[in-house]
């Protein structure tokens, strides 16, 4: 259980980290090298592409910060959780969403499978 | 969508089909060979596996069917619902669990991670 919610902080702070090269550094760290990240928007797989996703709703939120939304549910190699996109720690999110991490047996993600519960206002 | 949602109907009718046998061609079905299937209680791999499993659920809970409860968010390779046991159709379920169901290219089920958010009463 401590091992995954410790994964899914380290995954949402790679969301919330500004250096493209940490980033980067933190993704290759955390991942297994062809998990696939798909969520209502985008579907990659790999390093790249995940860093790729992140950078792009970085660009796209500026500003914002993405925290866990509630708790984490997890057994075996499995997490559930959500995450809020917030103007500052604690605030009612712009948007939340939902998703189930999948690790391998050294704990690196090999897999999110992700899904939207609140949308950004247009 | 519709394909999952499909695929999310006749995954739940493998729960509730009566005969061992027509249980396994279904699962053969609609499966790849190696799925795992892993929720808080059980984690398995493959149509064998995942047969046992259902097996003992039908054991455990006679006379008790399972239903879609709410509806199937999907996108991609990928759907999450709702299920409810309950004692008939449309009645309060006894338990409620939740599933992402992943498939293959071809609409197979190639994996199910599941969750529970409401167990039955002891």
Redesign the interface.
């Known amino acids: 259980m401590s091992d995954l919610t410790t994964t899914v902080s380290q995954y949402l702070d790679i969301w919330n980290e500004a250096d493209a090269d940490k980033r980067a550094a933190a993704v290759a760290e955390l991942f297994t090298a062809d998990a696939p990240y798909?969520?209502?928007l985008v579907?990659v797989e790999g390093h790249a592409g995940f860093a790729a996703v992140v950078a792009g709703a970085r660009e796209q939120f500026q500003g914002l910060s993405f925290e866990l939304h509630g708790t984490v549910?997890a057994?075996?190699?499995?997490a559930?959780f959500q995450w809020g996109l917030v103007t500052a720690p604690g605030t009612e999110p712009v948007a939340i969403g939902?998703d189930?991490l999948?690790t391998d047996e050294a704990g690196k993600i090999k897999?999110v499978?992700g899904?939207l519960d609140k949308l950004p206002a247009a």
Do not use: G
């Not at 057994?75 to 499995?78: A, E, G, I, Y």
């Open positions: 798909i969520d209502p579907a549910d057994h075996h190699n499995q559930r939902f189930v999948v897999a499978y899904f």
